[in-house]
T-cell receptor, first 114, second 117 residues
Framework: DAGVIQSPRHEVTEMGQEVTLRCKPI?????LFWYRQTMMRGLELLIY????????DSGMPEDRFSAKMPNASFSTLKIQPSEPRDSAVYFC????????????FGPGTRLTVT | AQSVTQLDSQVPVFEEAPVELRCNYS??????LFWYVQYPNQGLQLLLK??????LVKGINGFEAEFNKSQTSFHLRKPSVHISDTAEYFC???????????????FGRGTSLIVHP
């Protein structure tokens, strides 16, 4: 089992540019989560999908952030336009069932916006 | 809403000493409880979980945790730590009583365990 796959692992971009982060969950898992981790705010849940449908996006900071899950094996998190305060590590996690069980995290994407 | 409190942001300890990392959560009838570990530059990985049954749960790498319903706590312990245990530890709680069936886990802010030689 390859685990949760995220790409890219590192992204450096200039303010104003569009950034797309990608995630491939573990096969058979039907819950997917996007998190953001910073020193100041810790681990924040951005959005949660169940069976490819967004269930809770209350953590998405603003309209510049959007997430999609077109099928069970792929999800994207897009930031447009990016700002320096978006610099963080972004994690994708998947889980069997509705998410009450353990989550399996990807290695993360470290985003730096200059 | 569920809240999870990890009382110590940082815990320094010497190698081979015992350690306890504390976790408290807001009251609920039914919860699932988890501890995750995050090594530098890696994602979180599950250390142990409590779903039901025995309140003493054993996990990987010699860690264990005890569910105390009356004190709404789930403290993590290890009798003898190694240098390699240096990492960030996160407590997480899934509240099964939340309406709408959305069992999204709530994470604590994390505790940094620093093991000195």
């Amino acid at each position: 089992d390859a685990g949760v796959i995220q790409s890219p692992r590192h992204e450096v971009t200039e303010m104003g540019q569009e950034v797309t982060l990608r995630c491939k969950p573990i096969s058979g898992h039907n819950s997917l989560f996007w998190y953001r981790q910073t020193m100041m705010r810790g681990l924040e849940l951005l959005i949660y999908f169940n069976n490819n449908v967004p269930i809770d996006d209350s953590g998405m900071p603003e309209d510049r952030f959007s997430a999609k899950m077109p099928n069970a094996s792929f999800s994207t998190l897009k930031i447009q336009p990016s700002e320096p305060r978006d610099s963080a590590v972004y994690f994708c996690a998947s889980a069997p069932g509705k998410g009450a069980y353990e989550q399996y995290f990807g290695p993360g994407t470290r985003l730096t916006v200059t | 809403a569920q809240s999870v409190t990890q009382l110590d942001s940082q815990v320094p300890v010497f190698e081979e000493a015992p350690v306890e990392l504390r976790c408290n959560y807001s009251s609920s009838v039914s919860v699932y409880l988890f501890w995750y570990v995050q090594y530098p530059n890696q994602g979180l990985q599950l250390l142990l979980k409590y779903l039901s049954g025995s309140t003493l749960v054993k996990g990987i790498n010699g860690f264990e945790a005890e569910f105390n319903k009356s004190q709404t706590s789930f403290h993590l312990r290890k009798p003898s730590v190694h240098i390699s245990d240096t990492a960030e530890y996160f407590c997480a709680v899934s509240d099964l009583a939340l309406t709408g069936g959305s069992y999204i886990p709530t994470f604590g802010r994390g505790t940094s365990l620093i093991v000195h030689p």
